[in-house]
């Protein structure tokens, strides 16, 4: 039902700046609640961010709250995360997610969406 595209990662220093974005094409992708989270090599898949289907709703994770937003747009169906004050520790592919989701449980866990992007790589240099 819904199909997501992110973009805008890259190389960065540390205390850069990146904004993400996730574009979604289908129906019903006002109806989705969307998730952003993370994969470092070796590492399991965690959260970064989560949004409600309407924006009222937002959760972030303890590791990046205070230098990180999300939100979206729902004219471009298109959800962004903003990431400010970049640390090494950042460093990952990113991803984002969509589902008919609404607790906050179900919000933030790696296991509840249905729908997935490809993923777009961070690398923050020291």
């Known amino acids: 039902q819904v199909q997501l595209v992110e973009s805008g990662g890259g190389l960065v220093q540390a205390g850069g700046s990146l904004r993400l974005s996730c574009a979604a094409s289908?129906?019903?992708?006002?109806?989705?609640?969307m998730g952003w989270f993370r994969q470092a090599p070796g590492k399991e898949r965690e959260f970064v961010a989560a949004?409600?289907?309407?924006?009222?709703?937002?959760y972030i994770a303890d590791s990046v709250k205070g230098r990180l937003a999300i939100s979206r747009d729902a004219a471009k169906n298109t959800v962004y995360l903003q990431l400010n004050s970049l640390k090494p520790e950042d460093t990952a592919v990113y991803y984002c997610?969509?589902?008919?989701?609404?607790?906050?449980?179900?919000?933030?866990?790696?296991?509840?969406?249905?729908?997935w992007g490809q993923g777009t790589q961070v690398t923050v240099s020291s």
């Open positions: 997610a969509a589902d008919l989701v609404s607790s906050v449980s179900e919000l933030r866990s790696n296991y509840s969406y249905r729908y």
């Open positions: 289908g129906r019903t992708f006002s109806s989705y609640a």
């Open positions: 949004i409600s289907r309407n924006g009222g709703r937002i």
